[in-house]
Nanobody, 120 residues
Framework: VQVVESGGGLVQPGGSLRLSCVASGPIFSIYHMDWYRRAPGKEREFVAQISANGGTRYADSVKGRFTIFRDSAKNAVYLQMNALSPDDTAVYYC???????????????WGQGTQVAVSS
């Protein structure tokens, strides 16, 4: 399964960006789609997740500012990021986990990442 992110860029503090992620290939069932990020000099950290039933969860650092949503027909997930601060500067990665429930086929696929920079 291939995963491609887009939508990153440079934004001023307080601004907004929307990241997109599209999965393609032998999808079958997607169990959950996640966003992670890696800031300069830091470990990769969890940002948000949306599960197959639409349930969502967020890192405390982004609650109330970021919203994850999906378009199941397009195998796509989005991350709406508002009230951005320099602390949100990072490479953002999309992770898609799924498989075929009728077989042993499973996947855990990552994109190449998209850079988000928050600076005045």
């Amino acid at each position: 399964v291939q995963v491609v992110e887009s939508g990153g860029g440079l934004v001023q503090p307080g601004g907004s960006l929307r990241l997109s992620c599209v999965a393609s290939g032998p999808i079958f069932s997607i169990y959950h789609m996640d966003w992670y990020r890696r800031a300069p000099g830091k470990e990769r950290e969890f940002v948000a997740q949306i599960s197959a039933n639409g349930g969502t969860r967020y890192a405390d650092s982004v609650k109330g500012r970021f919203t994850i949503f999906r378009d199941s027909a397009k195998n796509a997930v989005y991350l709406q990021m508002n009230a951005l601060s320099p602390d949100d500067t990072a490479v953002y990665y999309c992770n898609v986990v799924g498989g075929n429930p009728d077989s042993l086929y499973e996947y855990d696929s990552w994109g190449q990442g998209t850079q988000v920079a928050v600076s005045s």
